[in-house]
């Protein structure tokens, strides 16, 4: 039995405290030869099944072990890899795929249309729990396999196979930008062995990626390896990554500073403003995809959705100074914000009118607070301004400390932060909506185009808990625009209607954008063709070192 | 006290009429007249036990150095303002992590607030949890302890297994959801109930094992023997004479509660972040120790310091209670 | 002395079921929801979040959860955690290793700080008291944390003497500074306490009789203030090893151990309550037989406790 075997493990390793101790523990050896890049990662929180996986921990593992019907370059731009092409028909509520017929998983098998339709179909049925269902709730049908007692086998009717190589998905409204979701985690083909067993399939799981699986050491590392057999857009250039997992980004960087690690891209705050002057180690700054911003709810006291509310946003988006913040509190690993988008997404611009309330202007902030007042008077006796953010994310507390401090000395009003413990209390307070303060929000895309940032964040099918607009921002103006662009025929022209949808934002503010937080990197001497991807990762395939 | 031996008489007589050759002198007994034993020295004022441990303490210069830096800090946490003119809570980025300029002897944070300013207030805070965690540690803890030490048997069983229960709770996790409770209150309460709750088992511990031994003294049987009853002889004898390592342990943990809220703030769980406080700027800080080590320094410093003069007082209280230990 | 024994075990079955009740109902009364939490910034799907928290019972009243965690845990079935992995692997992987540093650091603590603390409570007034009194208060004013990424600095990084993190199958050395870090606090308050103890045991009437009598200097202070001294000081030590267990969450962090201090951190940031609860049992019993050993202990030590 595997307890007693630990148990008596346990009490051998204490006898021999003074003995070699290294012997002790799990002795798996793995064997590193080769050109193994070893990167910083975090211990997955879900089995490494794709549909399952909707944190980083597990996600940068699943995404070098698993090819989907498109990939993503670095720039965000889509490019085809299983399939051969994605015809829009009907007027974009369907769409007709057509596989390359050349592309196999790991253990032999095809992969053929039905490794999409039953994967898909898999994650989407609420019976089988898994994380992204959501993801499909635009294909028809959905809706169908979110009741309790649905067969856990039973199939979304959206999606119909054609033969081996094609199917079709029917969408229940149109939408231009659907197939750039389709590189996501959530659309990666399964094989027919993950049916067998989808517990065994989640620890040692079999992709068509460019890697393939090696083994998981829990809270040691995982060990992909080289798949040579991969022939996509995206082939590996090194032996393999061993995902390195470690639960404190300073020790991180100490090894890297120490050549003991490879890449490293979640700098520490101890370092942020040292690290592109640190000899030990090569330093990549780039501006990313994620984009910090906070979120005023739409009923709170004086910022709520209405004249008055409005006034005060902008006064307090225009009290902060994000280029001193960027600098001195992120040390340069953070862009100011000019957008709700990010820089590296299609459809981002830095011209957008009345983007001026993204610049910090102390004077014109203090007259739009006067003005507001004009309206609704602040007391700042009893009147204060909270920012509530996550006290488990390690550069919330000095983030927020500065915008309070910016606020309270631009304004004049008292300014405070509203530290809650973990992100899982501060998750649901958001949630159930009892959170009357400015609060954090952050948003990472699930894939590169501006709907993944505007409708999910802020159309109103999204808020009341339907999606993540958690402040209920409701602006009918705002839905149409969207609407117009899910119909649009291109994505060029769809990303015209998302910008004049910016604008309203602009004046709005259901958020104030901060920062885009920057693709940060630091390697060790000696690594070679570091760049960044639009997820704010370096593109792990490219990576090279010199070898001994 | 000379012992009686046999042979008394015989001395006696070689006291009067030494013997050829015997060199010792003896005085003669009209010079060191006897004495009463137990005579009582009217003249002098009654003594009691903490009168004398009062007299030797004002001789003793650790006391009279520790009480000084005590009440200095004391007047720090009273009436910051006599120390430092500016406001805490006034930071300008602009300044983040300027070094020390005239006007501002400890340099700039990372935020540009004045470490100098936040050093001073920041003690009011620091200082109150420290003492008000102690006070109520030390009576709850105590109380309990010497009842489980004296009456053993089952009071013992009980109490200990009690104790049990707590002490093996992680602070951290008693604390996180303990601090929810109170997360609206703004107060320093929530953190000083917090570590009591987890604290006063180590001082139920010390007092239990001391009163353990100091039951078992000789005073005891005697003061039993005699007809007091145990309540008085507990609150009599035992607890004063066990008290020597209950002050110890309590002045040294006086210390540590004002370092654990610095742990609790490192857990984004500590006193309201509208407060300054030590321990919140230590926590802030340590992230910065390879950039900026002065800002990690002074708030330390002001922490080393008020811990070192509440352990040096503590041991001269212990030295002024415990007459064994002043003969040295 | 066996009957005593008997009691002893016999109390510990109410101590683990109370503390088991009690951390159960600590983590249930935790706020936030672990499933909520689990989507991140991301929509809650309700269905799927349904069904996660019917897989786990936490859709169940929180006493039908604890008496089902119970029922499973006396067939040494601890259930799964949210990433599917089973608790009692998690628990056999991290166990070992946190064994290794608690033990390391008690060794560290028990050695330093009773020698240091006698050498101080025997020379009491000279100088290396004094020095010996600084160190072991600055120890105790400095928070853990800070004392940690000092170390790590100063040793991993600038000197490179020591590994900066411990990581993968820690041995010896790489334990060496997290132990003595995660020790150091304690070795301070043992100094404190082992010099109090024989600085007054020092002055103590039989040390005086002994010496009177002629007997040795060495004898004396090994057989009289030291048996005698010691008695607080295994109380402490005794009590302290369950506590380097469970207090090793902030020092496993800061070295990268893959312990329990840190799967219990990361256990109560998620939820987990089986998890948690099954970590602090176990910390518990350790705990407990410690308890056990040191009031055995006392009587070996001291003639006049008995147990009957």
Known sequence: MRLHSKVIGAALCVASIVAPLAACGGSRSQQMDGMIISYQASEPQNPLIPGDTNETGGGHVIDMLFAGLIGYDKDGNVVNEVAKSITPENGNKRYRVVLNDDWTFDDGTKVTAESFTRAWSYTANATNAQMNASFFASIKGYDALQKSGVASDAQLPGLTVVSETEFTIDLTEASATFPTMLGGEAFFPLPDSFYDDPAAFGSHPIGDGPYKFDSWTHNQNILVRRNDTYHGNFPARNDGINFVIYTDADTAYSDVQAGNLDLLDNIPSSSSVTFQYDPTVQAVNNPGSVLQTFTFPNDMDHFGDDEEGHLRRQAVSMAINRETLCKKILGGTATPATDFLSPVIPGYSDSLDGADVLTYDPDKAKELWAEADAINPWDNDTDVLKFSYNADNPSAKSIYDAVAHYVSNSLGIRAVTNPVSTFAEYRQEITDRKLKTAFRTGWQPDYPAADNYLVQLYDSAAADGNGANDGDYKSPEFDKLMDKAAAAPTIGEANEYYQQGEEILLNDLPAVPLFYQNAAIVSAQGVHNVETNWKNMPVLQDVTKDME | ?328 | MGRYLLRRVLQMIPVIIGTTLLIYALVFALPGDPVKAMFGEKPVNDAVAAQIRAEYNLDKPFIVQYLLFLKNALTLDFGNTFSGRPVIDVIGDAFPITIRLALMAFVFEGVFGVIFGIIAGLKKGKWYDSVILIVSLLLISVPTFVTGFVGQYLFGVKWQILPVTAGRNPGFIDLLLPACVLGSVSMAYIIRLTRTEVASNKTADYVRTARAKGMSNRKVTMRHILRNSLIPVVTYLGADLGSLMGGAMITERIFNIQGIGNTLWQGILRGEATLVVSIVTLLVFVFVVCNLVVDLLYAVLDPRIRYE
């Open chain 2, 1 to 328: 006290m000379t012992s009686q031996t046999p042979d008394t008489t015989a001395s006696q007589a070689c006291a009067s009429a030494p013997l050829a050759g015997q060199e010792r002198y003896v005085a003669p007994l009209d010079e060191t007249p006897l004495q009463q034993v137990d005579s009582i020295d009217e003249s002098q004022p009654a003594s009691s036990m903490w009168a004398e441990a009062w007299r030797t303490l004002r001789r003793n210069p650790l006391f009279i150095v520790s009480a000084v830096l005590i009440v200095l800090v004391l007047l720090v946490a009273f009436f910051p303002s006599l120390f430092a003119k500016g406001d805490p809570n006034y930071c300008d980025l602009e300044h983040s992590l300027d070094p020390a300029g005239p006007g501002h002897p400890f340099g700039y944070d990372l935020m540009g607030c004045d470490v100098y300013t936040r050093t001073v207030y920041g003690t009011r805070a620091s200082l109150s949890v420290g003492v008000l965690t102690t006070i109520l540690v030390v009576i709850v803890g105590g109380l309990i302890g010497a009842l489980a030490g004296y009456f053993g048997g089952w009071v013992d069983a009980v109490l200990s297994r009690i104790t049990d229960i707590f002490y093996a709770i992680p602070l951290l996790l008693g604390a996180i959801v303990v601090l929810q409770m109170f997360r609206t209150s703004e107060s320093i309460w929530k953190v000083v109930f917090v570590l009591a709750l987890f604290g006063w088992v180590s001082v139920a511990r010390i007092t239990r094992g001391s009163v353990m031994e100091a039951k078992n003294l000789e005073f005891n049987t005697a003061s039993e023997a005699l007809g007091l009853s145990r309540i008085k002889n507990l609150f009599r004898h035992v607890i004063p004479n066990s008290l020597a390592p209950v002050i110890v342990v309590a002045t040294t943990s006086l210390g540590t509660y004002i370092v654990s809220e610095a742990t609790l703030s490192f857990l984004g769980i500590g006193l309201p972040s509208t407060m300054v406080s030590w321990g919140g700027d230590i926590s802030a800080a340590q992230s910065l120790l390879r950039v900026a080590p002065s800002v990690l320094f002074w708030p330390s410093l002001a922490l080393a310091i008020t811990v070192l003069s509440f352990i040096m007082m503590g041991d001269a209280v212990r030295d002024a209670l415990d007459p064994k230990s002043r003969t040295l």
